[in-house]
């Protein structure tokens, strides 16, 4: 049996958007190389699946994103790997996290790739190389300013001849992350680029020997062409979506839709209040349409008199409390609402659309947030 709420996946949009990236890459890379500025070739794509998918659901996703040519696939941590390679994904998967708190086994027995981001990772994995007299590769992970995992970029000399020594690992890439990227206007990005452009020479000069660079989430693949490097990461692009405030040109179509039904309408007197708490008091005859989708589906409780959905094609006002499993929606002006009428959460019904970035700014969060939260009952229908 279906719950009235399901996401819906759309497997094609997913290709589309990687191919529209793809393209976008190819285009802008031919664009400087002719002006006489920036790489050669475009960059690759790091395909970033973790936090399942960003709620699309990781095994479905990343297959697709496979099929239409991801060099990579990025994860958190070691168990979201080996899910992903127990679900048949064979593409070369990337662990972003760090590794002390997980089961380094996965790590061997199931192929996966290691970001190593302090010393001690590498003790640990240099002594399970060896213990199973395997060569394992891997990717370092420098720290620029985010001031969370990394090795410092000021203090390479130091923290690094060790690993770089180790006899069983072999570094095939290097990679920072950027904290301010989605913020035009903060410095800290131009001091985190800068950064690691010197690392990576600090890296030359230590022996580090020939490595790849990547670097660029979705916010820096959009903001500046000089920290694609050989590898770009986009996650929220894949999805559809751009991160706010940034604009995009790449035509992009949102991979998810998220819907229900209506299944009670009802009537509400003047003075009379609706929902836990009576924080909303009708000061008219309000008509509500009852659907049956709260926060235990991942909608957030700040929707209430700030969000809408739509119902018969039109927008329908949340009111009173959003509840575990329940919300109400003011039908009032809309003709005609019954029971069995589709209502979208996420999605489009005819001239209007709701995204998640737009739900994001109604309740003051990011995108992201909208979509990893959706509830784990909310089935994924992939088409």
């Known amino acids: 049996m279906i719950r009235c709420t399901t996401a819906r996946v759309d497997l094609k949009a997913l290709e589309s958007n990687f191919n529209a990236i793809s393209s976008y890459l190819h285009k802008e890379t031919s664009f400087n190389r002719e002006a006489g500025r920036g790489p050669a070739l475009a960059p690759g794509i790091i395909a970033v699946v973790k936090a399942n ?64 981001s302090s010393p001690t990772a590498g003790q640990a994995l240099q002594a399970g190389a060896e213990k199973r007299g395997a060569t394992l590769r891997y990717h370092l992970k420098i720290d620029t300013g ?36 989605d913020e035009p206007g903060h410095k800290l990005f131009e001091t985190q680029r800068t950064r ?14 020939p490595r790849l660079r990547h670097a660029a989430n979705s916010a820096a693949l959009l903001r500046d062409s ?63 349409a009852v659907i ?16 809408h959905v739509l119902i018969r094609g039109k927008r329908a006002k949340i009111v009173g409390a959003v509840s575990m499993d329940m919300l109400t929606a003011d039908v009032t002006d809309i003709n005609g609402v019954g029971t069995g009428d589709e209502v979208v959460f996420l999605g489009s019904q005819g001239d209007e659309r709701i995204d998640a970035r737009e739900m994001a700014d109604w309740i003051g969060t990011i995108p992201y947030e909208i979509l990893c939260r959706m509830g784990s009952r909310v089935e994924r229908r992939y088409e």
């Open 53 to 116: 998918a960003y709620g699309h659901g990781a095994r479905r996703v990343a297959a697709a994103l496979q099929s239409a040519g991801a060099i990579m696939l990025a994860v958190a941590d070691i168990e979201e790997g080996v899910d992903l390679r127990k679900s048949g994904i064979h593409a070369p998967i990337l662990i972003f996290g760090a590794l002390s708190v997980s089961d380094l086994d996965g790590v061997f027995d199931f192929d996966l790739t290691p970001t190593i």
């Open 146 to 181: 985010m001031n969370r995992l990394g090795f410092r970029h000021d203090n390479l000399r130091r923290t690094l001849p060790e690993l770089l020594k180790s006899k069983n690992l072999v570094l095939d890439a290097v990679h920072t992350h950027f904290g301010t990227a």
């Open 196 to 209: 690691f452009e010197t690392a990576t020479r600090t890296l030359d000069e230590i022996g580090a020997g």
């Open 226 to 288: 000089r920290v694609w490097f050989d590898f770009v990461r986009p996650g929220l692009l894949l999805y559809g979506l751009v991160p706010p405030p940034l604009g995009s040109t790449i035509d992009l179509k949102p991979v998810m839709s998220l819907t229900s039904r209506v299944v009670a309408v009802k009537g509400v007197r003047v003075g009379e209040t609706v929902g836990y708490g009576g924080r909303f008091t009708a000061d008219r005859p309000v008509t509500l």
């Open 292 to 307: 049956p989708a709260g926060y235990a589906d991942g909608l957030d409780r700040r929707l209430e008199d700030h969000g």
